[in-house]
């Protein structure tokens, strides 16, 4: 059996695969578009929220030094997804590598972990943007009734409306196609970057020097009057941490880490773009180098328009603005960050619809869910349902104790392409690598130990419900993937077939 359960699918195999006609996605999307949606998807609400929260608690100003150590230990799992994104351009990102280098139960595994970090980091932004939404309506004196507005918090029953109605806007406009979602992802990331910059040139006239002093705190202020227990990070680690000094810039790193997840979602659109082998590394370096940019002139300039012992743990942003007297750019931050929301949303919904679209193309899920659109060239079949399923989920559940699910799910996924590059650079040294990470088997390496770290210091609950989920996808792969799957019956795509 073990050697079924290890069966790598061939790189050649998986690119032929594409160009079935009733299986093949339209190739539309350049390096640009995938750069949008690398950005669209990593800027969302960390950066209007960590950087106050990390600043207060472990780093003071030096938040920008741990911005920038954050942004490194992206890059290198950055790196390996780019090498092997280039390698094996074909939809479903690290379900793809890993069926490619390490077996198709790994490959199962990853793609069912995938399948459920999408669904909750869907709905949990659908929820967080549903709560802007009716912040702005409050301000404007629109009240929502409680059964239609987010339960978080409230003891009425009800059904959060706003999320439920933007997943099924943008599982519309998915359908519709890739460069319909791409030109509304370039409108709305502009108005959200529009916003960062704002902050970034209007703040820096506002900074005083006093309030970098000092650069990396010793230890927590009596006047910060915060309580270290910050249910932000309580989420996040299962432990609040207080040490402050040169540790404290590591720790706060190890939070920050969170506000760049995504870039990876960018892969998953690998088959839809027109040169992968060039534009893929271009996207997924490209976003990860201007949102650590955008990330630490934020937290430079925020930490110098006020004390970071008096920042604001929920708003710092749209706070430090009315601290110094300039309380529409409050107004302005908090439209950019609903605005923004939505396109973290649209990606994180087209990530997973890519990756179940992968797995039914290859059998293991059903392959009722492989075929295009005949006209959109678009896999609707799974983006409607899951659509639907994420829309009733934001609808009628409050997410915030599985939010840290999407945490341990894209960490575990940096694992596993992490060793899926060490791999396949000794089983197949013959395939053509358009990009090749650098100073392998070192940064592979890194990335999996920076990956289990911070794996480590999340929750013990998150990991008893990622391994009951774990634990449902490998009875659904014996009960059915294992014997359905085009590699158990001997399916292979003929040059013929294709044409």
């Known amino acids: ?62 938040t920008a030094l ?74 404007a004196g629109w009240a929502m009734p409680a059964a239609l507005g987010s339960r978080e918090g409230s003891d009425v029953f009800g059904f959060d409306i706003l999320a439920a109605a933007l997943v099924l806007v943008l599982t519309g406009i998915l359908v519709l196609g890739m460069k319909l979602s791409a030109r509304i992802t370039s409108l709305v990331v502009a108005i959200k970057v529009t916003v960062v910059l704002v902050v970034i040139i209007a703040g820096a006239f506002l900074i005083k020097g006093e309030n970098y002093d000092p650069f990396i705190p010793k230890e927590q202020p009596v006047e910060a009057g915060a309580s270290l227990d910050s249910p932000l990070i309580q989420l996040m680690f299962g432990w609040a941490p207080s040490n402050f000094g040169v540790m404290g810039i590591f720790t706060a790193a190890s939070v ?19 040169n992968p082998q060039r534009d893929m590394p271009r996207g997924i370096l ?12 934020v937290s430079i300039v925020v930490t110098g ?15 430090a603005f009315k601290a110094t007297g300039h309380p529409w750019y409050a107004g302005f931050i908090s439209f950019g960050a609903a605005v923004g929301l939505t396109t973290v949303c649209m990606i994180l919904l087209l990530g997973q619809t890519r990756v179940f679209f992968a797995m039914s193309r290859d059998g293991l899920l059903p392959r009722f869910f492989s075929r295009v659109h005949p006209r959109f060239k678009t896999p609707h079949r799974p983006t409607i349902l899951l659509g639907v399923v994420i829309a009733i989920l934001a609808g009628f559940t409050p997410l915030t104790e599985l939010a840290a ?65 774990m634990a449902a996808g490998f ?19 003929r040059p013929e077939q294709t044409l």
């Open 405 to 469: 699910l999407v945490n341990i799910g894209t960490l575990f996924a940096f694992v596993v392409v992490a060793i899926g590059v060490l791999v396949l650079r000794r089983t197949r040294p013959d395939l053509h690598r358009a990009f090749r990470t650098p100073w392998v088997p070192v940064i592979p390496i890194l990335s999996v130990c920076a990956s289990l770290w911070l794996m480590i210091n999340l929750p013990a609950e998150t990991w008893v419900r990622f391994g009951i989920w």
């Open 66 to 139: 741990a911005f920038a150590a954050a942004g490194v230990a992206c890059a290198l799992a950055a790196l390996c997804y780019a090498e092997f994104a280039s390698t094996v351009p074909v939809a479903g990102s690290a379900y793809t590598f890993s069926y490619a280098s390490l077996g198709e139960l790994p490959a199962w595994i990853i793609g069912w972990d995938l399948v459920l970090e999408f669904a909750l980091g869907t709905a949990v932004v659908a929820v967080g943007w549903s709560g802007y939404i009716q912040s702005l309506m409050d301000n």
């Open 286 to 297: 490209g976003s990860l180098f201007i949102c650590t940019a955008l990330y630490v002139a």
């Open 305 to 319: 328009m006020q004390h970071y012992s008096r920042l604001s743990v929920d708003a710092p942003l749209a706070d």
């Open 475 to 493: 009875v659904v792969y014996f009960l059915y993937g294992r014997t359905h799957s085009r590699l158990a019956k001997g399916e292979e795509t």
């Open 1 to 62: 059996m073990s050697s079924t359960l290890f069966r790598t699918k061939k790189v050649e195999q998986s690119i032929l695969d594409t160009e079935e006609p009733e299986h093949a996605l339209k190739k539309s999307l350049s390096a640009l578009d995938l750069t949008v949606f690398g950005v669209g998807v990593i800027i969302g609400t960390g950066i209007f929220v960590l950087t106050g929260t990390v600043a207060k608690n472990n780093a003071g100003p030096a």
């Open 256 to 274: 920050v880490f969170f506000a760049f997840i995504g870039f990876d979602v960018v892969a998953t659109a690998a088959e839809e773009t027109r």
